[in-house]
């Protein structure tokens, strides 16, 4: 996975605010379990210790509850109302975005795959017509 850390704050805060704005955006929604501290270590090429704060930091928040031996589960429930989502879609940009990253990242891995921009588009529509 792809991920900046600007340097503007340490590095744990950075974690638990990209994954705050995941769950916030309905990536993971309430009782989903996040990802393993080690997992994410891993994927985001960071200390344990430091994704295990990013994760105590977020359970602070409100945002999930850990279990020891059992991983954080999220406990959120979002409140926003339908003038904040749409504030929120008209802001989309790249600049410290997660569902950015998660689109980006998505698209890249397509085109490997060989998916052509046209195919894509197609598969975009048919799931814009589901809803």
């Known amino acids: 996975m792809k991920f900046n850390f600007p340097g503007k704050q340490d590095v744990y805060i950075e974690v638990a605010d990209y994954y705050k704005k ?5 990536v993971y929604v309430q009782s989903d379990k996040l990802p393993s501290v080690r997992s994410v270590a891993g994927e985001l090429g960071i200390n344990p210790n430091t ?11 409100g945002y999930v509850c850990a279990l020891p031996k059992k991983g954080a589960y999220v406990t959120y429930t979002p409140q926003n109302t339908e003038a904040e989502s749409t ?3 008209e802001n989309f940009s790249p600049e410290n975005n997660p569902l950015w990253t998660i689109c980006e990242n998505t698209v ?17 529509e048919e799931v814009y017509r589901r809803d």
Request: aromatic share 6%; net charge neutral; glycine share 6%.
């Open 51 to 61: 994704a295990a704060k990013a994760y105590a930091l977020l359970e602070e928040w």
């Open 22 to 26: 995941l769950i916030q955006a309905g």
């Open 108 to 124: 890249i891995a397509l085109k490997k795959s060989g998916i052509t921009k046209e195919k894509l588009l197609e598969i975009i």
């Open 87 to 89: 504030q929120e879609t």
